[in-house]
């Protein structure tokens, strides 16, 4: 295959009102360009799927510029590579790139990291716990978590890739895990699998109930991926000189217009004043530098070790990409979602 060679990939069609429609996006065709000097051919094996795509969807300011209309959508791969350009990668290497959705791209091997193919771990790793949501979980917990021995660490969507990663890494560090999850069997998995201490339903009738009681002592630190009801729920709940990571709003991803009132903002801030809170928002891109390094030395141990566990959600076939996306943002997902692209 040359880099000329016909490829397809998914392009944003419309900016989503809501969730995203089939017509919000558009299969084609496309050419490869012939690879410059530094260029790698990729064939894309697994597609990651990932919460924050849905922000780059829109139009609004956020932290990294909206998918142009008519470009391909963005997203980590891992990927094969076919035709090299670069001494330090070769063909037949299997690397962790941004090719996005498509079935082959073409990018700077500088900015690939190649996968070790002896590994006994599935390469499919790279993209969930020992890549970018796992770093996030790791990152976030323990630069702003900073749980420490005995306290209360609280995850929302505690069975996604980033939440059960926090749970089981505050648990590394002796902390309780509490994990929210929606779901008699996402409960069980978090309880019964990955051991968390104690794990509630956020569709239970009684879920704030539960939460008091599985809380006794209060929250030390509360790793928030949802926001909502959930949220909502937790702030009471909070201990003085709490920390709250703040990774992501998923339950408000979809909306269209403001939520239903009342405005909560005053207990919000009522609370971060009294207690002394700390809330801080982040992306996991200003730690990489520093703790990358050993984000993948000691993951890959617990990992190996069975302390560090892990669940893929895979849907086989590029052309299930979309499907596969709304049901992440919906929950109806279990683990971390990779879209199979090919063997």
Aim: net charge negative.
């Amino acid at each position: 295959m040359t880099s000329q060679q016909s490829a397809r990939r998914i392009v944003l069609a419309a900016r989503p009102h809501g969730e995203p429609k089939d017509s919000d996006v558009r299969f084609e065709e496309f050419t490869l360009p012939e690879l410059r000097e530094g260029q790698v051919l990729l064939q894309t094996l697994d597609l990651s799927l990932d919460p924050y795509m849905r922000g780059r969807m829109s139009a609004a300011k956020s932290y990294a510029p909206p998918v142009e209309i008519d470009a391909p959508m963005v997203g980590a791969t891992v990927s094969r590579v076919l035709a090299s350009r670069d001494s330090g990668v070769a063909e037949g290497d299997v690397v962790l790139g941004y090719g996005g959705w498509q079935t082959h791209s073409v990018e700077f091997a500088k900015h690939l990291r190649t996968l070790d193919k002896d590994s006994t771990i599935p390469h499919t790793t790279a993209l969930g716990v020992l890549g970018m949501p796992g770093f996030t979980a790791y990152s976030g917990l323990l630069t702003i978590g900073r749980p420490q021995p005995g306290e209360t660490v609280v995850v929302a969507a505690a069975t996604g890739p980033v939440g059960s990663a926090v749970g089981q890494i505050a648990k590394i560090k002796g902390a309780r895990a509490v994990g929210i999850a929606g779901g008699p069997d996402k409960v069980a998995y978090l309880r019964d699998e990955l051991g968390f201490d104690a794990a509630i339903d956020h569709r239970a009738d009684d879920f704030a109930d539960q939460l008091a009681a599985a809380t006794g002592d209060g929250i030390d630190v509360y790793f928030e991926n949802v926001g909502g009801k959930v949220f909502d729920a937790v702030l009471p709940r909070m201990n003085t000189y709490g920390r709250i990571p703040l990774c992501g709003l998923v339950a408000n991803y979809n909306l269209t217009s403001l939520p239903e009132g009342p405005d909560r903002s005053g207990a919000l801030m009522g609370s971060i004043l009294t207690k002394s809170l700390d809330v801080r928002g982040f992306i996991q891109t200003e730690f990489v530098a520093d703790q990358q390094e050993t984000f993948l030395r000691e993951a890959s141990q617990w990992v190996a070790d069975g302390s560090l566990k892990y669940l893929e959600h895979v849907v086989d076939g590029f052309d299930n990409t979309l499907d596969a996306f709304r049901d992440m943002l919906a929950g109806r997902s279990f683990g971390k979602t990779v879209v199979h692209v090919t063997d």
